[in-house]
């Protein structure tokens, strides 16, 4: 070999060496910021945990948290915290302030598991996961027996020690420490066996397909919970639930989507959450990367309670069908709606009605003008759709005039509000039932109810977008987007009955200002939330939550 080869192959070997090192501890150094970012426990909780939540033990988060809402909500939020809480600690005999905080770390999580498909006792299981970050102070306390009533039994399972409490009637609580890092408390003692199993073999939920990158794109540093969904596991309890509730029938429709995750933040004024859902790896259904919403806000008038706005009403349609096939949970099956919408018009509404609605639409509550408040309607539902083929748009109306007329004796009549005609539709009373038109060349509306054409034409100069109240709560960041919603609360509560969706709704409602939300769609198979919770506060809590001792973060 010659000589300048000779002195070249050790160069390119400690060439080779020193890049696969530097490539190696590269991929370290991104997995470490990776698993940091991650949720505490996210190593131990089983790939099949229906919902767990990670929320800070900083005392000052609970603190900040305590300032908002009404005495009910903070009294409620007090009471279920302390129940979670003393639900695991009391059975070993243990306070919290004492025995957890001078060695818990920064945060700790809660997994909750679904009953097996065969099991007699259906209720969800909970493990909960405490991170040690003072291991001398946890062992002390973890060996010192806290009360003589609690009679524990202590055995092996794989070479990890559990410890367990005597059956009381209620449940049997079991507990170890892994690897001298984690606490972890079940009230089902195969929990913990499965939650040793999970950190032993690494098939974890850091494992669940697309869950480490999902939670990288909405993690924050100083957050105050992070909550992720098993979508699958949740349609699947659900569709056990003899009797469903509006919440998993939402789940349903998501079906194909893997999880869903959210980041919560506290800010002087509410809640921020940074959510994200994202679809199965072998998912048929992907998102059509399409955001092209923001305009329907402009056209609203300043005093509007409600609107949710989306990019594509007639996709939204057809991904609301794909998604409700072999369904049972769909509150509304589409064919139900096609029948129904049939039997009432004559039309079809695929044919008649979607395939012009093709672009951005908005749903929107106005309220009536003060001085007509007494008339026959308080508020008005406005309709708004923007459509690529105007002409379709006048024969779809034209056909559905003809059915109010024929069938359920309405009168048509046209209008001129300024430059602009309108049709009223009036009922056979002689009450104005509602009003279409078309704020331009291809923005058509119907506001149904109270009248408010007259504040839609012409484009009001003061509209929602510029308020104060739309600014400070619907999330800007996610720019472009494929949707907005925004709630102002107190007034849609005072004139408009919402329907129930949660149990203590209307208390919720009273701690709540209002609400907005915007949507983008990432990729094919990914989806970002941003929403925003403003909450009424109670200053007189700002001083006194200092002094306050209840929380999961105190005693």
Sequence with gaps: MPEKSKKFLPTLVVASC?????????????????????PVGTNVVPQDALLTISVSTDENHWQQLRQFGTVQTRAELE?????????????????????????IGKE???????????????????LMILPIADQTAARQIWETPRSQQTKLISRNYKGTQIQ????????????????????????????????????????????IPGYTAAISKITQQNRFAQVYINIPVAVRVASTNPTPTAIPQGLARLQENQGLASTITIEPEGLRL????????????????ENSAGQMQRRLPAETLMMLSGGNFQQLWQDYTLTSQSNPLTPFPPENLRAGFKSLTGLDLDRDLLSWMNREFSIAVVPAPTQ??????????????????????????????????????????????????VTNWIAPFGTLTATRGWLDNNVAFIALGAPVADRLLPQPATNLSNTAEFQNTVPSELN????????????????????????????????????????????????????????????????????????????
């Design 164 to 207: 367990e409490t005597q059956s009381t009637g209620n449940a049997n609580y079991s507990a170890a420490v892994l690897d001298q890092r984690f606490v972890v408390v079940s009230d089902n003692p195969q929990i913990t066996e499965k939650a040793i199993d999970t950190y032993q073999s690494g098939l974890s939920l850091a494992q």
């Design 372 to 421: 007509e408040a007494q008339q026959d309607f308080a508020l008005s539902l406005v309709l708004m759709i923007e459509t690529s083929d105007r002409a379709a748009a006048n024969k779809s109306f034209q056909q559905l005039e003809q059915v109010l007329q024929s069938r359920y004796q309405f009168k048509t009549q046209e209008t001129q509000l300024g430059n602009n005609t």
């Design 18 to 38: 020193l890049i696969g090192v530097g490539a190696v501890s590269y991929w370290v150094l991104t997995q470490q910021n990776r698993l940091a970012e991650m």
């Design 108 to 126: 700790a999580t809660i997994a909750f598991l679904p009953p097996e498909l065969n099991a007699t006792n259906q209720n969800q299981a909970v």
């Design 79 to 103: 009471k279920n915290v302390t129940q979670l809480r003393d639900r695991f600690l009391t059975a070993y005999g243990y306070n919290y302030q004492q025995d957890v905080k001078p060695w």
């Design 480 to 555: 472009p987007n494929n949707g907005q919603f925004f709630l102002n609360v107190n007034p849609t509560v005072k004139a408009l009955p919402l329907p129930q969706f949660l149990p203590g709704q209307s208390t919720l409602l009273k701690a709540t200002r209002a609400i907005g939300g915007t949507a983008a769609v990432s990729d094919e198979r990914t989806i970002r939330y941003d929403i925003f919770v403003s909450l009424e506060k109670d200053e007189s809590q700002i001083e006194g939550s200092k002094e306050s001792n209840s929380s999961i973060a105190t005693n």
């Design 274 to 289: 940074r959510s994200i859902s994202w679809l199965k790896p072998n998912s048929q259904r992907v998102h059509r990367v």
